[in-house]
């Protein structure tokens, strides 16, 4: 009978993990802006909620929805074989396209929370750290899970390129700056 049906295996869907942790990101947010504390108030506040947002949306997108397999309608290969070892030779566009807007925000928001953002070489070294640990629980979740997922150098250097783009389009507007954190690279003056 299950032998028709050509999946063996479970979905976990994304809102089992984000909903819960986004719910005690808000009720972080919402602790602290009630004792009034200095950068969880006002302006910082939304940042704060926006950083929790996109970085939700980033683990929806890259790790998400996660079908854990097992018997003979597993997918049996070798996790050495779900790695693109080769940049841009076999780059598939629309994928580079989208792995580069996804580390937009990433490039903006890092230097209006983080004094480590204070270069776009910093930034494009954070966003490959990034970049590199979403890859590798890419994998880790196909070891695990035996999971459809594929671990891809190209996605790597287009993350990359996509916080360094938005880091430059962070630096060319100032308007954005304003709501920066104390303490933070964006929140201290730039050279042009």
Request: aromatic letters at 10%; glycine letters at 8%.
């Amino acid at each position: 009978m299950w032998d028709d049906v050509g999946y063996a295996g479970v979905g976990i869907e994304s809102w089992y993990v984000l909903v819960p942790a986004l719910a005690l990101w808000g009720a972080v947010l919402v602790a602290r802006a009630v004792r009034g504390r200095p950068g969880w108030t006002g302006r910082h506040w939304v940042l704060r909620a926006a950083v929790g947002a996109y970085a939700a949306g980033v683990v929806h997108f890259t790790l998400f929805p996660i079908d854990v397999q097992r018997g003979p309608h597993a997918n049996q290969a070798a996790w050495y074989e779900q790695v693109n070892w080769f940049p841009l030779l076999t780059a598939d566009v629309p994928s580079f396209v989208l792995n580069v807007v996804m580390l937009v925000p990433f490039g903006v928001l890092l230097p209006l929370v983080s004094s480590a953002a204070a270069s776009a070489g910093r930034v494009a070294v954070l966003s490959l750290a990034v970049s590199a640990s979403i890859e590798a629980a890419q994998l880790l979740i196909y070891v695990v899970a035996r999971s459809g997922r594929s671990v891809d150098i190209n996605d790597l250097l287009a993350n990359t390129l996509g916080a360094v783009l938005g880091y430059l389009l962070i630096k060319s507007l100032p308007a954005l700056r304003r709501t920066a954190l104390p303490g933070s690279a964006a929140s201290r003056a730039w050279p042009c």
